[in-house]
């Protein structure tokens, strides 16, 4: 895999970008709402492990295990900080990662989750020669099982009360995509 990597890309609304310093007050500010969290399984951060959490984000690399690569979303119209997208390596030698993506509330049913998703898988794909991207969701958010399905994931898994939070028990679907078949439909995928 990849050491120190930008995540740069351009789509026809958008602006994938590493972070840098100057994000973190608009980071802050939709990462510290409680509705990002609903689906998440933990609560808001408080404010030192914001930015902590921020800090580490800022030099991400794809090499071992574990590594996260996350990608500032912003608007190209006004340079908007919208939301993030991640690919996280979660198998080196299967070459798997899988795909995250946090968006503030205030830009959502515009489609620019699944445009900036598209995008990151793109340069999962492409750039950095994964095999299969997944993403895991709890199955009562259908804005993120709708993101994935219009992206032609394909439901493979549906975990049933696999997690806990605050008492209450959770379901999550898995939802996947190999190279081969990304690359299938390069022409009908969402941009």
């Not at 500032?72 to 908007?80: H, K, M, N, P, S």
Request: proline share 4%; hydrophobic share 40%.
């Amino acid at each position: 895999m990849h050491e120190d990597i930008d995540c740069f890309c351009a789509t026809e609304r958008l602006i994938l970008r590493s972070f840098v310093p100057e994000d973190f007050e608009a980071y802050s500010t939709y990462r510290s709402l409680p509705e990002i969290y609903r689906y998440l399984y933990s609560a808001p951060p408080s404010p030192e492990e914001m930015r902590e959490h921020f800090d580490a984000g800022l030099n991400t690399r794809l090499s071992e295990d574990g590594d996260i690569l996350r990608c500032a979303v912003v608007r190209r119209e006004d340079d908007a900080l919208m939301g993030q997208v991640s690919l996280k390596l979660v198998s080196k030698a299967a070459q798997q990662a899988e795909l995250g993506y946090i968006f503030n509330p205030a830009y959502a049913g515009k489609g620019y989750a699944t445009e900036a998703a598209a995008a990151i898988i793109t340069l999962g794909f492409e750039k950095f020669g994964f095999h299969r991207i997944f993403a895991r969701l709890d199955a009562k958010n259908a804005g993120s099982v709708g993101v994935v399905e219009r992206l032609g994931l394909r439901r493979e898994a549906h975990l049933v009360e696999n997690d806990r939070f605050n008492g209450i028990w959770g379901d999550e679907y898995i939802y996947a995509l190999l190279n081969r078949e990304w690359a299938a439909r390069a022409p009908n995928r969402p941009r």
